[in-house]
T-cell receptor, first 115, second 115 residues
Framework: AQSVTQLGSHVSVSEGALVLLRCNYSSSVPPYLFWYVQYPNQGLQLLLK??????LVKGINGFEAEFKKSETSFHLTKPSAHMSDAAEYFCAVSPITGGGNKLTFGTGTQLKVEL | DAMVIQNPRYQVTQFGKPVTLSCSQT?????MYWYQQKSSQAPKLLFH???????NEADTPDNFQSRRPNTSFCFLDIRSPGLGDAAMYLC??????????????FGPGTRLTVT
């Protein structure tokens, strides 16, 4: 079974600092990988996705993530944090075939951005 | 704009009183999902429809049912809500095609309170 692990349930950064949110996946075959963001009392919004094309994926709001097969990782980064980035971030995995697009989510990382 | 709409955004029901949450989509996606998300947790898939085919997750309680009368609408019925069913309920949609995986698009969610 596929799974994702997000290291750090809470991450705090200063405004303007680098954002790094960690995600490692467990799968016998490299899956499709997604990062979603959730603001309070709202649904999930797709930030970016990896679907076996380019390993460096650029998303919305200045975020990007790099797929590293050797490390089974898909960490999310942003060079300079803004106050508006404060939210919960979920990494998710989906099998390439036979999964019916079903997502398995990590436990989430709450990002706090301080002045 | 094409989107996933959930009504109501906030729902209060009494212990044991049946409640229905609704979801509609203008994306014309053939897959629709219902997730339960409790506070500070990842979304948990309850079931999904692939067109008219209903797919229940193995650990979804019988208390939860769903209906999909047409492509655009999907309903979540909770027959006898308990206090433990208080949560955010998220509806999502996706396209699907053999051999590939598409991202899911989420609605804003319905926050259910059980008194």
């Amino acid at each position: 079974a596929q799974s994702v692990t997000q290291l750090g349930s809470h991450v705090s950064v200063s405004e303007g600092a680098l954002v790094l949110l960690r995600c490692n996946y467990s799968s016998s075959v490299p899956p499709y990988l997604f990062w979603y963001v959730q603001y309070p009392n709202q649904g999930l919004q797709l930030l970016l996705k990896y679907t076996s094309a380019a390993t460096l994926v650029k998303g919305i709001n200045g975020f990007e993530a790099e797929f590293k097969k050797s490390e089974t990782s898909f960490h999310l980064t942003k060079p300079s944090a803004h106050m508006s980035d404060a939210a919960e971030y979920f990494c998710a995995v989906s099998p390439i075939t036979g999964g019916g697009n079903k997502l398995t989510f990590g436990t989430g990382t709450q990002l706090k951005v301080e002045l | 704009d094409a989107m996933v709409i959930q009504n109501p955004r906030y729902q209060v029901t009494q212990f044991g009183k049946p409640v229905t949450l609704s979801c509609s989509q203008t994306l014309n996606h053939n897959v629709m999902y219902w997730y339960q998300q409790k506070s500070s947790q990842a979304p948990k898939l309850l079931f999904h429809y692939y067109d008219k085919d209903f797919n229940n997750e193995a650990d979804t309680p019988d208390n939860f049912q769903s209906r999909r009368p047409n492509t655009s609408f999907c309903f979540l019925d909770i027959r006898s809500p308990g206090l433990g069913d208080a949560a955010m309920y998220l509806c999502a949609t996706s396209r699907t095609h053999t051999g590939t995986t598409y991202e899911q698009y989420f609605g804003p969610g319905t926050r259910l309170t059980v008194t």
